[in-house]
């Protein structure tokens, strides 16, 4: 599951929307009711705001934010979704793990004997996306939002440029997450194969196109930016569950954010510029022209 945004670059005090995949990257195979929300929050100027439910809507299987920025800053929004259960058969299950990328259950399953076993999982969700409005960098991208599974960038995204390192921890239960594989991508570099449903016909993001790293003892890890884009990071802590009646337990996470060329980024700076004062550059430029042409007038009068 992913928050996504056709740019992550957006004017202050401007209506915008912010769309909610259930699917791949690419593609969103389901709608998220309201009731599966446990949370929704927009961060931005020091004020994290509860996200009412009368601000999403559906348009197909894609789920939409509807919401207005506030003053400049660099924001988040996050969703967490309440836990549900799946049953599925051995064969279905490996399936499952193979297609996600579950590869260290994968190798305990293999390493027990346990390949024939059904599962029983509980699974939830936690997604969040950092974006930007106007030119102003705030220190909001670092917010916590408190979810079991949650990715923590250590610097601005919206300073890094193409060919740098971004840092990112992981926490879990609020504590680093350790030898923990992730999955980096962007939406130039993501591939297209998706063919496995889980729980309610939601289909997910195969490893296909993407890099695997791993965080380290400080649940940290550092990924370059290759290109320009819209990139992510995803991870599924799947685990054996101790809990009456279950087998595993996973909880999933993403982030998104958007690095630009550097001329894109000089030009949105302007762009933000421009609209700040309420005003388009435009209405500056054919202001400029009326009064030369009123003191052109004025000149050849007198």
């Given at each position: 599951m992913f928050l996504k945004q056709s740019s992550h670059f957006l004017s202050q005090n401007t209506a915008s929307t912010i769309e909610l995949f259930n699917g791949t990257f690419e593609e969103s195979d389901n709608i998220i009711t309201r009731d599966r929300m446990i949370d929704a929050s927009l961060v931005g100027n020091g004020k994290r705001t509860k996200i009412d439910t009368s601000q999403w809507t559906d348009q197909g299987k894609t789920t939409?934010?509807?919401?207005?920025?506030?003053?400049?800053?660099?924001?988040?929004?996050?969703?967490s979704t309440r836990a549900r259960n799946i049953e599925m058969d051995s064969e279905a299950f490996n399936r499952y793990l193979e297609h996600d990328g579950v590869?260290?259950?994968?190798?305990?399953?293999?390493?027990?004997?346990?390949?024939?076993?059904?599962?029983i999982e509980k699974y939830s969700k936690h997604?969040?996306?950092i974006f930007q409005v106007g030119d102003t960098r705030t220190d909001d991208w670092n917010v916590e939002l408190g979810y079991p599974i949650e990715f923590i960038p250590l610097s601005n995204p919206y300073e890094l440029k193409v060919g740098e390192e971004l840092a990112v921890k992981l926490l879990f239960q609020g504590e680093p997450l350790a030898?923990?594989?992730?999955?980096?991508?962007s939406d130039a570099a993501h591939g297209h194969s998706h063919d496995h449903?889980?729980?309610?016909?939601e289909d997910h993001d195969h490893s296909h196109g993407t890099t695997q790293l791993r965080t380290d003892a400080n649940g940290q890890l550092r990924m370059k930016v290759t290109e320009a884009g819209e990139w992510y990071l995803r991870t599924i802590n799947l685990v054996l569950s101790e809990e009456e009646g279950l087998t595993h337990e996973s909880n999933?996470?993403?982030?998104t954010f958007e690095v630009q060329e550097e001329e894109q980024e000089i030009m949105a700076e302007q762009q933000a510029d421009n609209q700040s004062d309420g005003f388009p550059s435009y209405v500056f430029v054919i202001g400029g022209l009326v009064m030369l042409l009123v003191l052109f007038l004025i000149v050849r009068k007198r």
């Open positions: 939409i934010l509807n919401f207005t920025t506030g003053e400049a800053g660099t924001w988040i929004a996050g969703v590869l260290d259950m994968i190798a305990w399953r293999k390493e027990n004997n346990a390949m024939n076993e059904a599962a997604v969040k996306t030898n923990q594989l992730v999955y980096i991508g449903d889980h729980a309610d016909g999933w996470a993403t982030l």
